[in-house]
């Protein structure tokens, strides 16, 4: 039997359709169900690719007993933080603050007005660790619900009242400027890891955001120490166990500051943010392994997530099943040296066991390894090292696949299409341009309808019922924007008006201040508004950044006002908490640069265009194709000169005289 999820389009959400919990999503009916019953509500928050929310779901959500208990004295409801950010984002923020940390899953008590009164994240089915159990959990709620009712809604009140007091003023800070950018490099050395690249301690994040930041540091100011944070970087995380050695693609973050072992599952976002981090870093250095780790990456992106609509899914799973047919975590990635030996026999098995750092007492569990590129001091023929890849990669093959969350996420589709195409126009791939193409056509056709709002996700083709949030217009932007000046068609650039005129009406508090829901979007227990940057970039620093862009295609005055509106909050926090606002700085260092506007009349993808896409400047926008069509307002009145393709750049009102030489022109995009 089945309970309300088997109806939903979330691949989370269907996971519990068959528990014996009768589940409910997050609905209005629900709520009303709690009034009338007069229970609690237990609000349960995880996603398909999160370990200990299967573990929780196994040991609590499929337990009859847990069950029935559940059933009988409270109103459960599941939600996918994936589809409702906004849900997941403003329960998330109560937790942090009454327990001093947070993570998912996420178990929180609500009132029937949804108001927060006990919190917690993973209970265990009996009592470890100095933690109670989950039934002990239960009761205990349950017993202050009946007998101090009083004091369970004054707790509730108490929380919703910190939390609406917490509405931030940080619009209206100022324009950050040289001495805040220069502040948060100097902060963001302070942390980091000489010995290993990458910032802090254990566990360690890939810092995509930062290293586009220091990247576009470098760009403008000539900082070695920003080009050598990132280069040493990327290539720890290349060379580590984090990054996909047979397959390409990253996971979520690497458990040790060494980067041997990786938490195993792969994101979407992850992997579009660095295979565009490693195309500008090989085109701010020409580094081979760069260039390698930005196709291999766009290669797995199309390979493993690409849906068969032409989106991109979401995530694999860390777990998956071992030779025994049990779940564990890693079983399709890691290696004995048996099973080497099995593969490749004697020779190559030592050879790709000194070369992929594979051990006999294992880097990881049970005597296994994850594979690594950890000696740089030892030459191995090129051919046979492709060759022991290639065998290793077609056993693995044969293994139990990790499984696949098939929704597609506005907000990270538009970070793979910015991506996918210029990885494309970098390195001659006009099929990844393609990709991102059709990637772009589904989220106008599917996701943004008849009315230009964007829906957050969909599956199988199908709309998911949640309105789109900030990041989702921000990064959709984003990405039309990049499509727009790969591939000369201003279609995109319209696209991306529609949607950032939606920012400007619905999204956009006083002084600059932006939201993470619409104004017109669900009413929840206060309105959500995050500008920092963790796994993504925040909505706010998003849609800074495609609002900055824009307005340097079409000067509009309105987009720039609000884009240096919303970079009040890097002012603010970037001289102090620079890992945490990586985009918004790097947006910062765009505004400062410009951005630089370049015309380039004559045909899309010739050697004027790919120069000017390749040009370093910090958030150059770029328009390329015929003169005097109307798509690109910066290719109006911009004739080619003697016949030939000709580039103009212009900065801060001020325009250089044309010019139809591509060193000229790598020179004035350089300098």
Known sequence: MSNRLAQVTSPYLLQ???????????????????????????????????HWCHVMAHESFEDEEVAAYLNAHFVPV????????????????????????????????????????????????????????????????????????????????????????????????????????????????????????????APKF???????????????????????????????MARGGMYDQLAGGFARYSVDREWVVPHFEKMLYDNALLCRVYAHLWRATGSELARRVALETADFMVRELRTAEGGFASALDADSEDSGGKH???????????????????????????????????????GASVLRLPRTDVAVDADRAADVRARLLAAREERARPGRDDKVVAAWNGLAIAALAETGAYFDRPDLIERATEAADLLVRVHMGDVARLARTSKDGRTGDNAGVLED????????????????????????????????????????????????????????????????????????????????????EAHRTAAEGALGVVKALGPRVPRFIGWGLAVAEALLDGPREVAVAGPVGGELHRTALLGRAPGAVVAAGATGG??????????????????????????????????????KLGE
């Open 16 to 50: 519990h359709a068959d528990n014996p919990v009768d589940w409910w999503p997050w609905s209005p009916e629900a709520f009303e169900e709690a009034r009338n019953r007069n229970v609690p509500v237990l609000l349960s928050v995880g996603y398909a690719s999160c």
């Open 78 to 201: 599941k939600v996918d933080r994936e589809e409702r950010p906004d849900v997941d984002a403003v329960y998330m923020e109560a937790v942090q603050a009454a327990t001093g940390q947070g993570g998912w899953p996420m178990t929180v008590f609500l009132t029937a007005d949804a108001e927060p009164f006990y919190f917690g994240t993973y209970f265990p089915p009996e009592p470890r660790h100095g933690m109670p159990s989950f039934l002990q959990v239960l009761e205990g709620v349950v017993s202050a619900w009946t007998d101090r009712p009083d004091e369970v809604a004054e707790v509730a009140g108490r929380i919703v009242r910190d939390l609406a007091g917490r509405s931030l003023a940080h619009g209206g800070e100022g324009l950050p400027g040289e001495p805040e950018l220069a502040q948060a490099l100097l902060a963001l050395s302070r942390e980091y890891d000489e010995k290993h690249g990458g910032f802090g301690g």
């Open 206 to 236: 890939p810092p995509s955001m930062t290293i586009e930041f220091l990247l576009r540091h470098h760009a403008r100011t000539g900082a070695e120490g920003a080009l050598q944070m990132a280069a040493e970087t990327c290539e720890a």
């Open 328 to 366: 564990v975590e890693g079983a399709y990635y890691v290696w004995t040296p048996a099973q080497l030996r099995e593969v490749l026999g004697e020779e190559d098995a030592a050879l790709a066991s000194e070369y992929f750092g594979v051990t006999e007492e294992g880097t990881f569990e049970e």
């Open 473 to 556: 217009y921000g990064d959709v932007a984003e990405g039309f924007l990049a499509l727009a000046a790969v591939t000369g068609e201003g279609v995109w650039l319209e696209f991306a008006g529609f949607l950032l005129d939606i920012v400007l009406q619905h999204f956009t508090g006083e002084g600059g201040q932006l939201y993470d829901t619409a104004d017109d979007a669900e009413q929840l227990i206060r309105r959500p508004q995050d500008p920092t940057d963790s796994a993504t970039p925040a909505g706010w620093t998003a849609a800074a950044g495609a609002l900055l862009s824009y307005a340097a295609h079409t000067g509009s």
């Open 630 to 667: 109307t798509e690109f307002p910066l290719l109006a009145d911009r004739p080619m000169v003697d016949g030939g393709p000709t580039a103009y750049v212009c900065r801060h009102f001020v325009c250089d005289a044309p010019t139809t030489d591509a060193q000229e022109l790598a020179r």
